[in-house]
């Protein structure tokens, strides 16, 4: 409804005499039968009619992992964010079972003399995830690990598979990613997490997890992850971004395409996956939404290493409430669909929670 103003010649501006009082007098009030600021009034009011809430429950806390003891370095683009030695994880794992947080992912930061063009450290049994993973299962016996198979962190190249030329050779990279799983799954590792987005490998892992006895071990797939820009802080704190050649858009998705989204994540469904996940997270809303949507499988959203700098280095300019931003961001993938949230957030987005509640 417009508000009523006297006729004026054409572009003269309105005196301010003539704007609507802020205040209307009873025969000026409007005529509504729905009021929807009315469910707006009060915090309790807003509390009872909320569409969509954050908890604990949803978070899994990314953690990058280093050789040594005692050790703790800053990843230096993810301000707050530090690679962590064994031992370290181990009191993240405690901390993070302490504020309730389901599970941890472990990301490696591996040694450049033991990257190789075939990746071999990856099926060390004695790598640094498979250490961390005994560990913390031994002293923190009930939080979730999830693993990351993919073999970038492990390869002199920077990329996910086995590269000849400048051609990733598919079906050889899965044959190693098997490998790859089971050696997670014997250290521990709770569910397995192919990233890779190489085709078929969903299925070939869960054979190959079958066929050793580890019916149990959960399958979340990286199902939608996109050829993003926003994983360049994750790649330093991995170390990829120093040995990476070329780029990986012949096997991570076009950020234009939404309906080829819906065809990898029906895929993986069918070839054996528990839980799907769209990455990155906030620009891609949408495919998250249509995911959810359709399938109405576990859907799971990692906001990405880019998507967190990027509201720390806001805060720390001033620019906008981090704490809020903070929450919002990860409402808004609540919201859209996601059942759970992979975020380097996670044990400062738990204490928060803790103190609102």
Not at 14 to 35: G, M, N, T, V
Not at 115 to 138: F, G, M, Y
Not at 199 to 223: H, M, P, T
Request: glycine share 6%.
């Amino acid at each position: 409804m417009v508000w009523p103003l006297p006729r004026r010649p054409k572009g003269e501006p309105a005196p301010e005499h003539l704007a609507p009082p802020a205040a209307a007098p009873a025969a000026q009030k409007l005529d509504l039968a729905l009021r929807l600021r009315r469910n707006r009034k009060a915090d309790w009011a807003r509390r009872l009619i909320r569409e969509t809430t954050l908890t604990v429950d949803d978070l899994i806390w990314p953690v990058f992992l280093c050789e040594g003891e005692n050790a703790r370095e800053p990843v230096a683009s993810m301000p707050g964010v530090e690679r962590l030695s064994i031992d370290e994880a181990v009191r993240a794992a405690a901390e993070a079972a302490a504020l309730g947080i389901p599970a941890l992912a472990l990301f490696p930061f591996t040694d450049p003399s033991l990257r190789n063009e075939q990746a071999s450290e990856a099926l060390n049994p004695d790598n640094l995830v498979c250490r961390a993973c005994r560990a913390i299962k031994r002293e923190v016996p009930h939080i979730g690990l999830v693993t990351d198979v993919a073999l970038d962190p492990y390869t002199s190249h920077g990329h996910d598979g086995i590269l000849r030329g400048e051609k990733i050779l598919n079906d050889q990279t899965v044959f190693v990613l098997v490998e790859q799983a089971l050696n997670q799954a014997r250290a521990g590792a709770d569910i397995i997490a192919p990233s890779d987005m190489m085709d078929g490998r969903v299925g070939a892992i869960r054979k190959g997890l079958d066929a050793e006895n580890f019916e149990d071990v959960q399958i979340l797939s990286y199902a939608a992850k996109y050829a993003s820009a926003f994983y360049g802080p994750f790649r330093d704190a991995v170390g990829t971004n120093a040995t990476l050649i070329g780029d990986k858009r012949t096997y991570q998705m076009d950020p234009a395409n939404s309906n080829e989204a819906l065809r990898e994540v029906a895929q993986d469904i069918e070839e054996g996956a528990d839980i799907v996940m769209v990455k990155p997270g906030l620009p891609y809303l949408d495919i998250l939404f249509r995911v959810k949507e359709r399938f109405g499988m576990p859907t799971f959203a990692y906001q990405v290493s880019g998507e967190y700098a990027m509201l720390m280095a806001a805060a720390d300019k001033g620019f906008i409430d981090g704490d809020k931003a903070m929450l919002e961001s990860l409402i808004a993938l609540k919201r859209a669909g996601a059942d759970a949230i992979l975020t380097y957030f996670a044990p400062r987005v738990a204490k928060k929670l803790k103190e609102i509640a």
